[in-house]
Every structure is written in C-alpha cells, then in structure tokens.
C-alpha cells in the first residue's frame, strides 16, 4: 500500500503540458480484449480498496505491456439506471505509465469526488465502472464545439486555472455538452472559456469480475 498524497487530483481538472496522449483511438493497445479486461480489472480493484479500506493499490509487476506506457485517463462509476456517480481523471498524463494512472484516476473517483456523497459499501457491487483513455485535447471554435457529435467525441472546457470535461457517451443530446462543459468548469454562460475537443476511448465492465 501506497502513501496517497502524491496520488490525490483535482476534480476533472488537468494543467497542460507539452505532452499529452496521442490519439488512443489508433492505439492497438487498447482494442485487445485481454488489455480491455486487465485495464479494467485494475480500475474495479482499485476503485473498490479506496472506497472500503483507503487503501492505494501498488500497480501489478511485471506490468503488462499495454499498461507500460503513460496516458490520460478518467475513470467513471455508473448507477444502474445510468445516471453517475462519480468521475474523476486528468487531461493530461500525470503518472509515470497508464497503471499508475488508472490507480490514480480510481482512487479520485471512489473518495475525492466532491459533487457526490462518500460512497457506501453497499453500493459498490452494484455501480459500472468505465475507463476512458484520453486522447491530446484539440483546441477549437465555440461554434465548432456546439457542433460536437457527443455520442464519438467528448469536449473540455478551460475557464482559467479550472477545467470542465464532457466525455463521450455521457449525452446524447449535442447542447448539453458546452452547457455542461461551463458548469463543471465552473463558468457562467457568458465568461469567456477557451474550447477544445477530445477523444477517447471507453472501457465499460459488462460483469463484476
């Protein structure tokens, strides 16, 4: 077990950097189903020992190859009916490989997530879990973010030091991803934000291992 200080993120915010992901859409890595359930396996055993124990797993050694790599990365707990109940990541990779990441993202979401309650043990088998990886966010226009097709790309919103993140697949509907983008970057509906699009790709349990 690992201290949690160096860990703790802030919630959906991310500073930039001159490095970010690439394109995780082209990334091999992550279209092998064997990675897909390692990646998920991790995310479920570290969301589940922060939320039970305040325990910060040590990443798997050796570290499987599609996990030896840095990345950014969100991970999100899900209701049954759909609706969310917690998420927390970064923009930008700020651990060393995607392992410590995906911890990282984890442990933010089952205890930092200020916008939710602490979550009950009694909740944990039956909340989804998704990892998304994050691809370089893209600056652009505020009419090219009102045309954003929410079901394949995501959108994030600067509003100074603070970030708002809309992931794909959270809504259908294509107005609600700037309206939510200044919500969670804590803008008004006039503030001046800058705009960028994001891709990611989502892993989604469909079983508790």
């Not at 950097?17 to 990334?27: E, Q, T, V, Y």
């Given at each position: 077990?690992?201290?949690?200080?160096p860990l703790l993120l802030l919630l959906l915010t991310a500073l930039p950097?001159?490095?970010?992901?690439?394109?995780?859409?082209?990334?091999p890595r992550w279209t092998d189903?064997?990675?897909?359930?390692?990646?998920l396996a991790l995310a479920r055993r570290a969301f589940d020992a922060y939320a039970l124990r305040r325990e910060v797993l040590d990443p798997p050694r050796p570290l499987?190859?599609?996990?030896?790599e840095p990345a950014a990365v969100f991970v999100s707990a899900m209701?049954?009916?759909g609706s969310p109940r917690c998420c927390m990541g970064s923009l930008y990779p700020t651990q060393p490989?995607?392992?410590?990441e995906i911890i990282a993202s984890a442990v933010a979401a089952a205890g930092h997530d200020r916008r939710f309650p602490p979550l009950r043990r009694q909740e944990l088998p039956r909340l989804t879990l998704?990892?998304?990886?994050?691809?370089r966010p893209r600056p652009i226009t505020a009419s090219e973010a009102a045309r954003l097709d929410p079901v394949r790309e995501g959108l994030a919103v600067q509003n100074g030091d603070?970030?708002?993140?809309?992931?794909?697949?959270?809504?259908?509907?294509?107005e609600n991803l700037p309206r939510w983008g200044r919500v969670r970057a804590g803008a008004g509906p006039t503030d001046p934000v800058q705009w960028f699009a994001i891709r990611d790709v989502r892993m989604k349990e469909t079983t508790r291992p």
């Open positions: 077990m690992r201290s949690l200080a950097r001159a490095a970010g992901s690439p394109s995780p859409a082209g990334d189903s064997a990675a897909q359930r390692a990646v499987p190859v599609p996990l030896r209701r049954p009916d490989d995607a392992a410590e998704i990892v998304s990886f994050v691809a603070r970030w708002g993140v809309v992931l794909s697949g959270e809504t259908a509907r294509r």
